[in-house]
């Protein structure tokens, strides 16, 4: 039987576990050097690879939380479909025999296109559809693509059958059978580039993905895979790669490029290791970053082996910029080797979108627009998170109302239902709004954008205030008496949004004059200051649960009860019961911030 990505499980052995694609006819000699006279001129060849990361389903220029064409500030746009011009036109100037095409990972999910392929009408189903990533990717032509932590985001089974719906492998070298330890997913993909030469350019592609997985997504893969660190398997498969004949080695990596971790020490690994794989293993050419979500059109890190540069590039997120890595050989001593190497990226709001890929899932973007706009109740006031990551807005008391409301009616009767609930969120973006009048589930979607489910924690007074300390961190320490810029105020560190939460069920302040661990003031329970003994269930979402954002005990401690659907899911069918909310009815400051006890605000 052959090997593919149906087999491909079963059958991998630890030696092996590549596929060789070809790219191009295939030379038939090597390049023979000249004959009598003058030597002839060295054989050089050039060749580009493109890349892409973090699309997160975005295949149109379009906002599914806002039902309207995507625009930020800079102006940017998304989409696979603006992708596949740039794509076209990198093709014509270059040849096409004489390109690939990569992707570093979080694929399929993000937006409500991808969404509904996963849990709506799922591609999992019998006779189900072929997901709109997999059709707009395989029109484009990609040669492969590495696994993102997302991936995982809809269990296995989903992964699995997008992988199958693929033309292009997924690749994961560091994504580990449980049991016996050998990969997962393919790791690596060989691809030839026919030259005038006679001998082909042999291109490997590594797949590496983020070791917080493990993490992230503990209830879909625990005892199932394992992700060690892309340093140790990189420093592992690469060696193996040049053995095989590789002249150029390119690292598909879902891996930001800052040596820095958000899980604390919960892992032994680096979870953006990019910079450190090119600094430490030999043999690599380039690295295709994704995972930050940042711009970096050029990055390069001299190998401690070595002492080459290696180049790195990641193309801003969703389809934004497309990274193209451009390489220059020559044949010497019998072999082609990288004479030079060097990265930029495109932007896609130049160009337009690719018809073909339009027309190809327009009936899919017409029934995600249908769904978005499906109506599941009203508001008497309109609601948003402009200001929520500095003040306690009533929108994120929608979620903690919802979340304690269910956690409280899911432990009724049991030994725990005597204890009080409360209930954390985070502002997960800050053009989130209801809005007064009618709600649709494009609106509770853009309130809460990511697949996240809900659980019950077993935490005491204490450890609450060390869980509040922590998340206090967020702001950037303001002395007293000036003006404050709200601008300048949070991400203290780098702290995204989503690792600051906001605690209901408590009354605090948070005194952002004082030093981070020593900021959260009068602390209170029902009036009275929070006993550092007494028990209390936090209701919390998975990602915090399972240790996302390093946030302290909460990982640890005892888990009371477990929901298996999406708080988004929670949210749009607690609106349906109401039918009408009103904001009156869960809003209140509970919390807010301060300067030496003034009020911020």
Aim: hydrophobic share 40%; aromatic share 8%.
């Amino acid at each position: 039987m052959p090997l593919n990505r149906r087999t491909f499980l079963g059958r991998s052995a630890a030696a092996g576990a590549g596929v060789a694609l070809v790219s191009g006819a295939s030379g038939t000699a090597e390049a023979h050097g000249g004959g009598h006279g003058r030597p002839r001129p060295p054989r050089r060849y050039s060749f580009t690879v493109m890349g892409t990361t973090d699309l997160h389903g975005n295949v149109f220029n379009w906002d599914y939380f806002t039902d309207k064409e995507f625009d930020d500030k800079a102006h940017n746009d998304v989409g696979l479909a603006k992708i596949s011009t740039l794509v076209d036109q990198v093709r014509a100037e270059k040849g096409r025999r004489n390109t690939l095409l990569i992707d570093a990972g979080d694929t399929i999910q993000g937006t409500q296109l991808s969404y509904y392929y996963a849990k709506v009408d799922p591609i999992t189903a019998k006779r189900g559809p072929v997901h709109p990533m997999a059709q707009a990717m395989n029109a484009i032509g990609y040669d492969a693509a590495a696994l993102g932590n997302h991936e995982f985001n809809y269990g296995i089974p989903v992964l699995r059958k997008f992988e199958e719906q693929c033309d292009f492998p997924l690749l994961g070298a560091n994504a580990l059978d449980a049991k016996t330890l050998r990969p997962a997913f393919r790791p690596y993909s060989f691809h030839r580039l026919r030259t005038p030469h006679g001998r082909d350019v042999r291109v490997a592609v590594l797949g590496l993905t983020n070791p917080g997985i493990a993490i992230w997504d503990k209830a879909n893969v625990s005892g199932k895979m394992v992700f060690p660190g892309l340093e140790e398997q990189a420093a592992k498969w690469v060696p193996k790669l040049r053995s095989m004949g590789a002249d150029v080695v390119v690292v598909s990596a879902h891996s930001g490029a800052s040596g820095t971790s958000s899980w604390g020490d919960q892992l032994p690994y680096v979870e953006n290791a990019a910079g450190l794989v090119a600094q430490k293993v030999p043999g690599i050419d380039a690295i295709l970053v994704g995972h930050a979500h940042l711009e970096v059109p050029e990055y390069r890190v001299r190998n401690e082996a070595t002492g080459k540069d290696v180049v790195l590039s990641e193309p801003l997120k969703w389809g934004q910029r497309l990274t193209l890595f451009d390489f220059d050989l020559v044949w010497e001593r019998g072999r082609w080797s990288v004479e030079r190497a060097g990265a930029r990226v495109l932007n896609s709001n130049a160009v337009a979108e690719d018809p073909r890929i339009t027309r190809l899932l327009g009936d899919e973007h017409a029934k995600v627009v249908a769904y978005v706009n499906q109506v599941i109740g009203s508001s008497t006031a309109a609601m948003s998170t402009q200001e929520a990551p500095w003040k306690d807005e009533p929108i994120i008391d929608l979620i903690n109302q919802v979340q304690t409301e269910t956690v409280r009616a899911a432990l009724a009767g049991g030994a725990y239902a005597s204890l009080p609930v409360l209930s954390q969120a985070s502002c997960f973006s800050r053009t989130a709004a209801i809005p007064a009048g009618t709600i649709t589930i494009k609106d509770a979607a853009g309130l809460y954008p990511f697949e996240n489910t809900l659980e019950a924690r077993l935490l005491t007074g204490a450890q609450l205030k060390d869980y509040l300390e922590f998340s206090a961190r967020y702001y950037v320490r303001t002395p007293a008496g000036g003006p404050v810029d709200t601008s300048k105020l949070t991400n203290a560190d780098g702290t995204p949004d989503y690792n600051y939460d906001a605690v209901s069920g408590l009354t605090y302040e948070i005194d952002v004059a004082q030093p981070v661990g020593q900021r959260i003031a009068k602390l209170s329970f029902e009036g009275k200051p929070l006993d550092p003994a007494a028990k209390f269930v936090l209701a919390v979402n998975n990602y915090r649960a399972n240790g996302g954002g390093a946030f302290p005990h909460v990982a640890t401690a005892q888990q009371l009860w477990a929901n298996s659907d999406e708080i988004r899911n929670t949210i749009i069918g607690w609106v349906r019961a109401k039918g009408t909310i009103d904001p009156g009815q869960f809003g209140s400051v509970d919390w807010k911030l301060t300067r030496e006890g003034v009020p911020v605000f």
